[in-house]
């Protein structure tokens, strides 16, 4: 894997063998021109200095020598040819050595420039060496070895990343086939509350190229995404190298919503990048999800008590009716003593008429009643009362 740095947002990321190989070979091009341009250039500003460097070099010694001979001139005409003479010498001098430097430093970059070329064109054979080794590789694997080969690599990214990232989550092959089918791998994550922050299914696809059939992207995502639903997950990611000359998949992160719902296809580079976008969209939503987990409880809640009240509503109606009976047997058997103390009553007042008869009749009662038609009666009561005369209250 290489690490290649934005040079805009300086943000790293990694790219495979065979991605960071179609990179260089998009850009040496332009990079092999840009490098030997400044190359070439550096060169011939030094040689530019070094020529300046040397005319100044030699307007100097001219200088000295101008006034060497003005001074000469002063003492006579002889002495005047023979200075020029001799300062001629140094000066044709100093112009075959600056001709010879000037000659040199042509010599000079024209081999530096093309050392450059040199340098650069084997730079650039081992680049093209590199490609065409991971082309011949890729070739002599089979469809099942390359497609293996992705899945380990997916996988390896992951736990790379795993300790730090991904504390919580879990991504793993998906070894569920009882309805018929299953994905590769499914990612879940959750928050430290337990709540499901996000949930994808994973599919990684690739074939050989000297395969004879090419599959194509689109033959995968039905049964990806009858095996997101059916595994519950949120969303599926179809990660492909399939159609690898398709300029739509080639910008690496493609959404097919227009087809199935929260399914994106991806290249394997972007393979990190799929899950932190969708999980850092996940977290957004997890307020509403918590609010929403709140919800669902309190309907619980609600629903918890709905079926406890009618429970008690129904045995209060069992209790209320079997109540209601016994109280109105024990209002029955109520009306029946009362019918029975009401008899009594009626029995009573009855007895209480009979007695006030019995008693009214007892205080008329006298002597001489008794003794009326019972003259021994009578005889005895007049001898127990002496002489008095038994009268008849009745008269």
């Keep these: 894997m290489h690490e290649i740095v934005c040079p805009h947002c300086e943000k790293a990321f990694k790219v495979d063998e065979s991605g960071y190989a179609e990179i260089l070979k998009q850009v040496h091009d332009k990079d092999f021109e840009k490098q030997l341009a400044e190359r070439i250039k550096a060169v011939e500003d030094k040689h530019q200095l070094d020529i300046d460097n040397a005319v100044l070099r030699a307007k100097s010694e001219i200088e000295k020598e101008r006034d060497k001979l003005k001074s000469d001139l002063a003492n006579s005409e002889t002495a005047k040819l023979l200075a020029v003479a001799n300062a001629l010498v140094p000066l044709t001098a100093e112009r075959d050595r600056i001709r010879g430097d000037l000659d040199r430093v042509a010599n000079k970059k024209e081999i530096d420039e093309m050392k450059l070329r040199q340098e650069f064109a084997l730079q650039l054979q081992v680049k093209e060496d590199a490609i065409t080794h991971l082309r011949d590789m890729k070739l002599r694997l089979s469809t099942k070895m390359v497609g293996e ?232 009561f007049a001898e127990v009362s002496g002489d008095e005369t038994l009268q008849d209250d009745d008269d």
């Design 149 to 380: 080969t992705l899945e380990q690599h997916c996988e390896t990214e992951f736990n790379k990343l795993r300790p730090t990232a991904f504390t919580k989550a879990y991504f793993e092959k998906d070894n569920d086939a009882r309805s018929g089918s299953k994905g590769d791998y499914i990612f879940k994550d959750f928050d430290q509350d337990g709540i499901e922050i996000t949930s994808i299914m994973f599919e990684m696809k690739n074939e050989n190229d000297s395969t004879a059939t090419k599959k194509k992207n689109e033959d995968f995502l039905a049964e990806l995404d009858k095996d997101r639903k059916e595994k519950g997950c949120e969303y599926a990611v179809l990660v492909s190298l399939l159609e690898p000359e398709s300029e739509l998949y080639n910008t690496g992160i493609v959404d097919v919503f227009h087809r199935y719902q929260k399914m994106y296809v991806v290249r394997p580079q972007f393979f990190i990048q799929i899950i932190s976008l969708l999980r850092t969209a996940a977290m957004n939503a997890l307020q509403y999800k918590a609010e929403l987990q709140l919800v669902k409880a309190q309907n619980i809640d609600i629903t918890n008590f709905e079926t406890k009240l009618e429970a008690f509503k129904g045995d209060f109606a069992k209790n209320y009716d079997m109540a209601s009976r016994k109280f109105q047997t024990a209002i029955n058997e109520i009306d029946k003593s009362i019918d029975h103390l009401q008899k009594t009553k009626e029995a009573l007042l009855s007895t209480d008429r009979n007695l006030r008869l019995a008693n009214d009749k007892a205080k008329k009662v006298t002597v001489k009643r008794l003794t009326r038609q019972n003259p021994t009666m009578a005889a005895k």
